[in-house]
């Protein structure tokens, strides 16, 4: 069983932190949670993440790891003694990191996208490739879960945490545009999947009230949409 000293720099509101609280439950660790304001970034932020200067960092015994699917990796090895995130076969890991990556680098973009579209035509753009994308997922769900409950199997895995812990933002985007987006018509497996992610006990404490989510995420867009102050 490792111990040691953890902290974790992050927010409560950050998918990328979330995905680490969500890891370090699976392992039943506890850790320090040093809340970084929005807006600010800490000495020990700085410090820590020199390169990305973002949160999340894990501070393991002092040593930081920072990104967090390496981060997910990083609890994954070092905590063996809880139950595997990643699967313990080498192709279902490969897939498992070609889906988390596709769902870093393709879809959650989209979203970004959508908040940022000026105009219907470019919000319906956004809101169809973000639709298209939820479809691919849907069918990796099916082919990695093998008709079991999680994209890990029985229990919640790597691809559960990469793409689950986007699953506030989405509900979120959702109320705020007065849509759907993960549909039980064209993503049914999906839609059962998220229930299930969000109640799981590794889960249903991380996320922040859709409600607090939405007060920052309308502190975020007026932020991100003023023109750049000097
Ligand atoms: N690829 C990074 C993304 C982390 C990230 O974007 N964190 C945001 C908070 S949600 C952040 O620290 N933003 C501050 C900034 O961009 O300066 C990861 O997976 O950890």
Not at 90 to 107: E, H, N, Q, S
Not at 157 to 182: H, N, P, R, Y
Request: charged share 25%; net charge negative.
């Amino acid at each position: 069983m490792a111990t040691g000293d953890v902290k974790l720099l992050g927010a409560g509101a950050s998918p990328y932190v979330n995905r680490v609280q969500i890891a370090l439950n699976i392992k039943s660790e506890n850790y320090e949670f040093l809340e970084e304001k929005l807006g600010s970034k800490s000495e020990l932020l700085l410090k820590s993440n020199p390169i990305h200067k973002k949160i999340p960092v894990l501070i393991h015994d002092d040593k930081p790891i920072c990104e967090s699917l390496v981060i997910v990796q990083y609890i994954d090895d070092v905590w063996t003694s809880g139950p595997s995130i990643l699967p313990s076969d080498p192709y279902d890991r490969a897939i498992a990191r070609f889906w988390a990556a596709y769902v870093d680098d393709k879809w959650y973009p989209l979203m970004k996208e959508l908040w940022m579209a000026e105009g219907e035509e470019a919000r319906a753009a956004a809101i169809e490739k973000i639709g298209e994308g939820l479809v691919v997922l849907e069918e990796a769900f099916v082919k990695c879960s093998k008709g079991k409950a999680f994209f890990g199997g029985d229990s919640i895995g790597f691809l559960d945490i990469a793409f689950g812990s986007f699953l506030g933002w989405l509900k979120v985007t959702e109320k705020m545009g007065e849509m759907q987006l993960l549909s039980e018509a064209k993503t049914p497996n999906l839609v059962e999947w998220a229930e299930r992610f969000c109640c799981d006990d590794a889960v249903k404490d991380v996320f922040p009230k859709t409600e607090k989510l939405i007060e920052i995420f309308k502190i975020m867009q007026a932020r991100a949409k003023a023109p750049p102050s000097n």
